[in-house]
């Protein structure tokens, strides 16, 4: 029937009155893309339920224009503009478009940027529009893949929702009964819900508390594993934090360590930090304490935006030197301790008073007022406002996001004739494979095209 009726429907271009260049196409009911929205609020799915069935958005085109831009008017009557070389660029043929391995080859090397089309046509049921370029090329999308593709900002902050999730910032008034939420270690070691739930929260307020886990050495592994692989550093891939004759590292002594971000030396520095509590401290001692540094950016940005600019300008030397299983390293970076993107927001803080070097490469005249700037950073982390306390119990692992949370730790009671009062597993997870874990969990796979 559509076909009858709007059978004529042809587009011709580049000439004429505007009214020339329109088809119309009745459609069937369209959904827009942002039915998709990933539910970030997902709660935990009943124990063996399958991964969620990917929900099909529809969209429907009603007409198509070329111009500067392809203009193609959505069945709900809002407009959106496709620029014509990322078409072609984007053209998803056999010769352009690998589909298993879903990677574009489009010889960049002969691709005619400024190629136009010579024709536009939408299928009768507007689910497809094929282009036709003057080198003969043929191009065929999906509307619904368009519709994600939109370039309206209301598109393209929903398809960067996916990339980060929105961050949480606190203080202690939102942590006062902290941890406000716990993870059951079995629920995320055996639903795919329970997995998202932990890693959600774990990316959105950088830090979350599992309970009810086995004091087994390798538990830290297997959680590690079930979100990805362990990330190894040069301690190692599981480590060991107890009191240990001869450390390598002054988290294997027992004495307090001062607020801190791990393995800020490293360039590629490990995103997210587990500690699996085994034993814990009897005595006084051993809590851990945990500071959000965005919250302590933001306030030093309101406050003091001088130090704000030393500590996000001046660059400093980070340093790891020892040996650790007979290998001798000497780490080193060179970063400031508030690190913005293009944007200005801080993507990653690196905090450690063993791990700043001595050596401090700056013109003179930059040290004096970055060290009263660090001071005060110090002082706001420190402040009752910003900074929580909470001693992990055998049986938690407590992870936070290590570009983001700044984490200390007070003394605690020796080891006594070689008996560990308190002993931590330890291993690393890098965001880039957290977050892809997310990315898979909580959303469908690419529509494939229709061609
Ligand atoms: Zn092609």
Same mark, same amino acid.
């Not at 709660?43 to 929900?55: D, E």
């Not at 302590?296 to 704000?308: F, G, I």
């Not at 450690?352 to 930059?366: C, G, I, K, Y």
């Given at each position: 029937?559509?076909?009858?009726?709007?059978?004529?429907?042809? %587009?011709?271009?580049g000439? @004429?009155?505007?009214?020339?260049?329109?088809?119309?196409?009745?459609?069937?009911a369209?959904?827009?893309?942002?039915?998709? $929205?990933?539910?970030?609020?997902v709660?935990?799915?009943p124990?063996?339920?399958?991964?969620?069935?990917?929900?099909?958005?529809?969209?429907a085109?009603?007409?198509?224009?070329?111009?500067?831009?392809?203009?193609?008017t959505?069945?709900?009557?809002?407009?959106?503009?496709?620029?014509?070389?990322?078409?072609?660029?984007?053209?998803?043929?056999?010769?352009?478009?690998? *589909?298993?391995?879903?990677?574009?080859?489009?010889?960049?090397?002969?691709?005619?940027?400024?190629?136009?089309?010579?024709?536009?046509?939408?299928?009768?049921?507007g689910?497809?529009?094929?282009?036709?370029?003057?080198?003969?090329?043929?191009?065929?999308?999906?509307?619904?893949?368009?519709?994600?593709?939109?370039?309206?900002?209301?598109?393209?902050?929903?398809?960067?929702?996916?990339?980060?999730?929105?961050?949480?910032?606190?203080? !202690?008034?939102?942590?006062?009964?902290? *941890?406000?939420?716990?993870?059951?270690?079995?629920?995320?070691?055996?639903?795919? @819900?329970g997995?998202?739930?932990?890693?959600?929260?774990?990316?959105?307020? @950088?830090?979350?508390?599992?309970?009810?886990?086995?004091?087994?050495?390798?538990?830290?592994?297997?959680?590690?594993?079930?979100?990805?692989?362990?990330?190894?550093?040069?301690?190692?891939?599981?480590?060991?934090?107890?009191?240990k004759?001869?450390?390598s590292?002054?988290? +294997?002594?027992?004495?307090?360590?001062?607020?801190?971000?791990?393995?800020?030396?490293?360039?590629?520095?490990?995103?997210?930090?587990?500690?699996?509590?085994?034993?814990?401290?009897?005595? &006084?001692?051993?809590?851990?304490? %945990?500071?959000?540094?965005?919250r302590?950016?933001?306030?030093?940005?309101q406050?003091? *935006?001088?130090?704000?600019? $030393?500590?996000?300008?001046? *660059?400093?030397?980070?340093s790891?030197?020892?040996?650790?299983?007979?290998?001798?390293?000497?780490?080193?970076?060179?970063?400031?301790?508030?690190? &913005?993107?293009?944007?200005?927001?801080v993507?990653?803080?690196?905090?450690?008073?063993?791990?700043?070097? !001595?050596?401090?490469?700056?013109?003179?005249?930059?040290?004096?007022?970055?060290?009263?700037?660090?001071?005060?950073?110090?002082?706001?982390?420190? !402040?009752? &406002?910003?900074?929580?306390?909470?001693?992990?119990?055998?049986?938690?692992?407590?992870?936070?996001?290590?570009?983001?949370?700044?984490?200390?730790?007070?003394?605690?009671?020796?080891?006594?004739?070689?008996? +560990?009062?308190?002993?931590?597993?330890?291993?690393? %997870?890098?965001?880039? &494979?957290?977050?892809?874990?997310?990315?898979?969990?909580?959303q469908?796979?690419?529509?494939? %095209?229709?061609?």
């Amino acid at each position: 029937m559509l076909r009858t009726m709007y059978g004529q429907a042809k %587009l011709l271009l580049g000439h @004429g009155k505007e009214g020339s260049h329109l088809i119309s196409i009745s459609t069937e009911a369209h959904r827009t893309a942002s039915s998709t $929205a990933t539910n970030f609020s997902v709660q935990p799915q009943p124990k063996q339920q399958q991964p969620q069935q990917p929900q099909v958005p529809k969209a429907a085109v009603s007409r198509a224009r070329l111009a500067r831009h392809l203009e193609l008017t959505w069945r709900q009557g809002s407009a959106s503009h496709f620029p014509l070389t990322w078409l072609r660029d984007n053209c998803q043929c056999p010769q352009c478009y690998h *589909p298993e391995s879903k990677s574009r080859t489009v010889d960049w090397a002969t691709c005619d940027v400024t190629i136009k089309p010579k024709d536009v046509q939408v299928s009768d049921d507007g689910k497809t529009v094929i282009v036709d370029w003057l080198d003969a090329h043929n191009s065929r999308f999906s509307a619904e893949w368009l519709h994600e593709r939109r370039f309206e900002e209301d598109a393209r902050k929903k398809w960067l929702s996916t990339y980060k999730q929105k961050k949480h910032i606190w203080g !202690s008034a939102q942590e006062e009964n902290f *941890p406000r939420k716990r993870f059951n270690f079995s629920a995320v070691m055996s639903t795919d @819900g329970g997995l998202l739930q932990w890693l959600l929260e774990l990316e959105m307020r @950088g830090v979350a508390i599992l309970e009810g886990a086995d004091s087994d050495e390798s538990t830290v592994r297997k959680l590690a594993e079930r979100v990805a692989f362990i990330r190894r550093t040069h301690y190692g891939e599981e480590f060991n934090v107890k009191s240990k004759s001869d450390p390598s590292n002054v988290a +294997y002594t027992e004495q307090a360590l001062q607020l801190h971000t791990d393995l800020p030396y490293y360039e590629y520095k490990p995103g997210v930090n587990m500690l699996h509590c085994l034993m814990q401290a009897q005595g &006084e001692g051993g809590e851990n304490q %945990l500071v959000d540094s965005l919250r302590v950016a933001m306030q030093l940005k309101q406050n003091n *935006p001088e130090a704000y600019k $030393a500590l996000t300008t001046v *660059p400093i030397d980070w340093s790891d030197r020892g040996v650790e299983d007979g290998r001798p390293f000497q780490s080193l970076h060179r970063a400031p301790v508030i690190c &913005e993107d293009a944007e200005g927001n801080v993507v990653r803080v690196n905090y450690s008073q063993p791990q700043r070097d !001595s050596h401090f490469s700056v013109p003179l005249e930059q040290v004096d007022g970055w060290y009263l700037a660090l001071k005060e950073f110090t002082r706001l982390a420190l !402040s009752d &406002e910003n900074c929580v306390q909470y001693k992990t119990k055998p049986g938690e692992i407590l992870s936070f996001d290590n570009l983001r949370i700044l984490h200390g730790r007070s003394s605690y009671s020796p080891a006594v004739n070689q008996i +560990y009062e308190r002993h931590i597993v330890g291993a690393y %997870l890098d965001w880039d &494979e957290i977050r892809s874990r997310i990315r898979v969990l909580s959303q469908q796979e690419p529509t494939p %095209l229709a061609h």
